[in-house]
């Protein structure tokens, strides 16, 4: 399959190089992020996206970011790293990724004696690190859900949770690359996503790149999809997961959800562990980043509504755990009740609830 890497080194290791997923479907161009501004221009301008990317896009931005730094004392370079991982940190505040990410790398700096480029070359395997434990992750996700995605199944999903939004082969797309490699026959319904349109523009372009059968539609267009009997399952990415199971995703998830439980349809979460975060009880207390109104009432140059409506441009909504039929990670599948404090759920869908038998902390993958 050709699947393609979102975020990875440069050939010299100066620089973080990135897909600008901005000129994506248009134009495949690839970009290389080297100073701080080229980092947090980056990932907030969502030329590199996607929760698990933008923490590895985050974590390996720091390291490129400090090379300059590298000939200071270890003082100096210990301020300008903090500083940096908190600029960074900034950038996107929903995706509990990129903070988690940041703070392993400074946990990392913790532990490392010497001088300030002993530390960079720390900091660079850790980042290293993440990266190869990302696409080790994406497949293990993949392995985990196949099971759900039967020969000749109609998938429905809604952003972009593939390869273009983690280091590997994706979250929620990743059992539907794994069913196509095993001979399956899928088909994806893929929402647009207004309105950056991330299922139209991306979802649609790498999976079709890939050989995989798509159908892109209006946002809108889903519930009578799904009323028309067009779609089995439901599967969708995620940025943030709640103790309780809520889940934070991209505007209009909640929607689909809600159009899966009323014709009866399973509604699949897929996300790595890093993305439960369990200090949080419930979706209320999951920050939803507010961007700009632009966004929303501008198509390129040409604006869509009047000057004098207020815009309302939330990029998440969540989804109650009670509308999620199971949550699949790279260690296993958890269903209602949700609980995610033993660290490890069944080993594929076998249709129980999770049987939770580890004591792996799920802090610990990150």
Known sequence: MA????????????????????????????????????VCEAIGRLAVRGAPAIGIA????????????????????????????????ATRPT???LPRALDRMLACAAEVGGSASNVL??????????LEEDRAMCRRIGENALPLISDGASVLTHCNAGALATGGIGT??????????????????????????????????????????????????AASLMRAGAVDLCIVGAD??????????????????????????????????????????????????????????????VRLTPPAADIDNPAFDVTPAEM???IVTDVGVFR??????????????????ASITSTTSITSTS
Not at 23 to 38: K, T
Not at 250 to 262: D, F, P, W
């Open 95 to 97: 995706a509990v990724n």
């Open 121 to 130: 070359a720390a900091l660079r395997a850790e980042a290293t690190a993440l």
């Open 240 to 301: 943030r997961i709640a103790a309780n199971g809520d889940v934070a995703n991209k505007v209009g998830t909640y929607a689909a959800a809600l159009a899966a439980q009323h014709h009866g349809l399973p509604f699949y979460v897929a996300a790595p562990t890093s993305t439960l975060d369990p200090s949080l009880p419930n979706g209320d207390a999951i920050p939803i980043e507010r961007r700009s109104g632009d966004e929303l009432a501008c198509l390129g140059a």
């Open 172 to 221: 929620a797309l990743a059992p539907i690359y794994l069913a196509h490699e095993a001979g399956r026959r899928v088909r994806v319904f893929v929402d647009e996503t207004r309105p950056l349109l991330q299922g139209s523009r991306l979802t649609a372009w790498e999976l079709s790149r890939a050989g995989i059968p798509v159908t892109v539609i209006a946002d809108g267009a």
């Open 58 to 89: 985050g974590a390996m931005g720091l390291v490129t970011a400090l090379i300059p730094s590298a000939r200071e004392s270890r003082a100096v370079f210990e301020g300008t790293l903090r500083a940096y991982a908190a600029r960074i940190r």
């Open 3 to 38: 699947i393609i890497e979102s975020v990875r080194w440069s050939p010299a290791g100066d620089a973080v190089r990135i897909i600008d997923q901005t000129q994506l479907p248009g134009r495949l161009v690839e970009r290389d992020l080297r100073s701080i501004d080229d």
């Open 324 to 326: 999620v039929t199971a």
């Open 336 to 353: 209602r009740p949700f609980d995610f404090s033993g660290g490890r759920g069944d080993r594929g869908d076998r249709g129980n609830v």
